[in-house]
């Protein structure tokens, strides 16, 4: 097993974060060398320079934290964000949408974000928010997310009162190509815990905790 901070996108999306702070967890993530930040729009211009020492990754979130946006709209701030340094983008999806039965409406809406994403070979990463889902919704959303060519599925944006679990992220794995992978988000708070949500199967931990190794 890597590192795990190789696992980690350190994430700061609380409302109300300052400048500040979002310089401190890309410092942060600078010296333990963090796979990713996850960072609010706002804070995208010029933090690449910030990252380099460390070759840490930018990463930002589109339609977030609810995923009600207009599609157009999520396609304009997916494109924006690209323009302005973010290699990879974490796009929350319709979930009303998908729980109407909306399926057509969900892989366009999927299929436009991830359109923008592989024309500058960012990593696109769907959130899906697991917790709020019967499991074979899970297995809907993630045959939608695979035919639609999403890099990622994520579980969840820790908004919504449920966040990651262990039992959801195994049947992802399960239903998954091999080639998609999972980020576990939400309520991951230690090491023993991220270390768990690997051994079902994701591949990316995002939390707001920066573990370390004993």
Same mark, same amino acid.
């Given at each position: 097993m890597k590192p795990i901070q190789q696992y980690l996108d350190y994430t700061l999306l609380r409302l109300g974060a300052t400048v500040s702070e979002v310089y401190q967890l890309c410092d942060e993530a600078v010296e333990q060398r963090c796979y990713a930040v996850c960072v609010p729009p706002c804070y995208v211009p010029g933090l690449k320079e910030r990252l380099m020492p460390g070759d840490v990754k930018l990463c930002s979130v589109v339609g977030f934290p @609810?995923?009600? @946006?207009? %599609? &157009?709209?999520?396609? %304009?701030?997916a494109r924006t964000l690209l323009d302005i340094g973010a290699d990879e983008l974490d796009m929350v999806?319709?979930? !009303?949408?998908f729980r109407s039965g909306d399926y057509r409406y969900t892989q366009a809406e999927i299929e436009s974000f991830v359109q923008q994403c592989q024309r500058r070979n960012a990593v696109s990463k769907v959130i899906i928010e697991?917790? /709020? /889902? &019967?499991?074979?919704e899970v297995d809907r959303f993630c045959e939608i997310c695979a035919e639609a060519g999403a890099d990622f599925v994520k579980t969840s944006t820790g908004f919504a009162g449920v966040g990651a679990e262990l039992d959801k992220v195994a049947r992802m794995r399960e239903v998954l190509p091999p080639h998609m992978q999972i980020k576990a988000s939400g !309520?991951?708070? &230690? /090491?023993? &815990?991220?270390?768990?949500?690997?051994a079902a199967g994701a591949t990316r931990i995002g939390a707001s905790t920066l573990f370390t190794e004993s």
């Open positions: @609810h995923g009600m @946006h207009l %599609t &157009s709209i999520k396609v %304009t701030e999806v319709n979930l !009303g949408r697991s917790g /709020l /889902l &019967s499991f074979e !309520g991951i708070k &230690s /090491l023993e &815990s991220a270390k768990a949500f690997i």
